[in-house]
């Protein structure tokens, strides 16, 4: 449990209120720091060679204004790429509506770097968001940053099947739980009602964890 508390201590979470593209919009908010060179963590999040060691193989046109394909998951457009400080994309889920997600990069030491995730959705696009709250995103981000600091610190790829076993293993049940639990502090903290984040929090950790989802 101590390992966990510390996996999940690492995020600093947050969620924001914004206006995007005149409609009111919700932003996930995860920031991390690890310990490589920005120009390292730029490779590892824009390398088509090395996204899939830690994430999902992907494909596409890797520039400003292209369109990539992650496999079985999101596509989208590059908006905003701004080596090694900034990238900017949509995040269109297959049959979901458009979100967009941005990653900054920032130096905290020549070999340590600091990754701020932002994840905006509109309010009311589909009942997944507006029933589950901030880590119907905010879980799954949790995973792939942990995925991401696996590979950063190994050089290694993470195993597609042996992570979706450990997502599934106690620990990895464990892990999601808490992260929707810390997702559901991250909502109240922002000013969503107690009761209303903390029920969203108990049907992410269900639905991350193969459990039947409270209605």
């Given amino acids: 449990m101590d ?13 924001q209120r ?28 824009t390398n088509a060679e090395r996204i899939p060691r830690w994430f999902l193989p992907i494909s596409g046109e890797l520039r400003l204004g292209g369109r990539y394909q992650f496999q079985g998951n999101a596509g989208g457009e590059i908006t905003a790429c701004e080596p090694p400080a900034r990238l900017a994309v949509t ?39 507006d029933r589950f709250g901030p880590g119907a995103v905010g879980v799954g981000w949790d995973g792939a ?9 190994t050089g ?11 997502s599934m293993s106690d620990e990895g049940k464990a892990f999601s739980r808490a992260c929707a639990e810390a997702w559901g502090q991250a909502a109240i903290a922002s000013g969503d009602d107690p009761a209303k984040a903390r029920a969203s929090a108990e049907r992410t950790a269900a639905f991350y964890t193969g459990a039947p989802v409270p209605d």
């Fill in 3 to 15: 390992d966990i508390l510390r996996q999940i201590g690492v995020v600093v979470r947050e969620v």
């Fill in 18 to 45: 914004r206006d995007h593209q005149g409609r009111p919009a919700r932003v996930v908010v995860a920031s991390r720091a690890y310990d490589t060179s920005i120009e390292d963590l730029w490779d590892a999040l």
């Fill in 91 to 129: 995040w269109e889920g297959p049959g979901g509506p458009t979100s967009w997600v941005t990653l900054t990069l920032e130096p905290e030491s020549d070999a340590r770097t600091r990754l701020t995730l932002e994840h905006m959705a509109h309010l009311g696009d589909g009942a997944f968001w």
């Fill in 145 to 153: 940053m942990r995925g991401l600091g696996l590979h950063l610190s």
């Fill in 156 to 166: 290694a790829a993470v195993d597609p099947a042996k992570a979706m076993a450990w």
